[in-house]
């Protein structure tokens, strides 16, 4: 069973940065694809960045310019490096990874980023 565990979150200010980490128990190389998703309170959970296993990266508009998303593939582990924090960003923060051929999908227990303006 693929176990992924973020962390990182916390209390920022706006304007702020917080780096998320997302330690994966299976090397990376095994997924199709990684990344992060938000969920605000009352709201769907949305993608926010995504890593290819080729390296292609998508990102949600709303971040476009201020988040990074990164892999170390030696530590099993995917990075949000995220800029300029405004308010809209809070919310909880999950993991998520994509396994090869079997298209399995799997989800991290989510880490808390608040903003505060």
């Known amino acids: 069973q693929v176990q992924l565990v973020e962390s990182g979150g916390g209390l920022v200010q706006a304007g702020g940065s917080l780096r998320l980490a997302c330690a994966a128990s299976?090397?990376?190389?095994?997924?199709?694809?990684m990344g992060w998703y938000r969920q605000a309170p009352g709201k769907q959970r949305d993608m926010v960045a995504t890593?290819?296993?080729?390296?292609?990266?998508d990102y949600a508009d709303s971040v476009k310019g201020r988040f990074t998303i990164s892999r170390d593939n030696a530590k099993s582990t995917m990075y949000l490096q995220m800029n300029s924090l405004k308010p809209e960003d809070t919310g909880v923060y999950y993991c998520?990874?994509?396994?090869?051929?079997?298209?399995?999908?799997?989800w991290g227990q989510g880490t808390q980023v608040t903003v505060s303006s």
């Open positions: 998520n990874a994509v396994k090869r051929f079997v298209l399995a999908n799997y």
């Open positions: 299976e090397r990376i190389f095994t997924f199709n694809t």
């Open positions: 890593l290819s296993l080729g390296g292609t990266t």
